[in-house]
């Protein structure tokens, strides 16, 4: 394996007998890409690729003996970016590997999405909570509390959002 990735122009920072604690070895080497050629993935193994993936993300491709359906679902679930069954030839090397890695970073980047996404969900969702606050409070109508939350934010130079959690403070039952 480590012959076919050097002749493929990678370089091999570290190599382990075993995919247990991947994520201490990557932080040590520095990895940006992980291959592992294991013979039969075991639970620990892709346990560790989970941890991996969580803590210390990185494009891991996988060369295995064997391909059964639930070890090849067991490995994606872990993070796995590509799973190679009974070898590959040196060839092919380079080439699986760039796939991987491109479907790694677009991976991370809908993940990335997905929490931007949440975020904002989260923040709409507390002005909506405060606009409707301040419409019940004050008697005002959806625009009106809006209008009014936004000159707030702006004569007190804060985002909206801030300005929704300081009404629903005032709101909450501790604040009396």
Not at 43 to 55: G, K
Not at 113 to 136: D, H, N, P, V, Y
């Amino acid at each position: 394996m480590r012959a076919g990735l050097e002749a493929s122009g990678f370089q091999v920072v570290a190599v382990a007998s075993e995919a247990t604690d991947l994520t201490a070895l990557v932080r040590a080497s520095a990895a940006e890409v992980i291959v592992c050629d294991l013979d039969d993935p075991s639970r620990d193994a892709l346990e560790s690729m989970r941890a991996l993936h969580r803590d210390e993300p990185r494009p891991v491709v996988v060369f295995a003996a064997r391909g059964e359906p639930e070890q090849i679902e067991a490995a994606i679930e872990a993070g796995v970016a590509a799973y190679v069954v009974e070898g590959l030839a040196p060839a092919r090397v380079r080439p699986v590997l760039e796939v991987a890695i491109r479907r790694f970073r677009a991976h991370q980047a809908l993940r990335a999405e997905l929490e931007e996404t949440r975020a904002t969900l989260a923040e709409r969702t507390l002005i909506e909570r405060a606009k409707g606050a301040l419409m019940q409070r004050r008697r005002l109508s959806e625009p009106e509390a809006y209008r009014l939350m936004r000159r707030w934010a702006m004569d007190r130079g804060q985002r909206i959002l801030q300005v929704a959690e300081a009404i629903l403070r005032e709101n909450s039952p501790d604040s009396t």
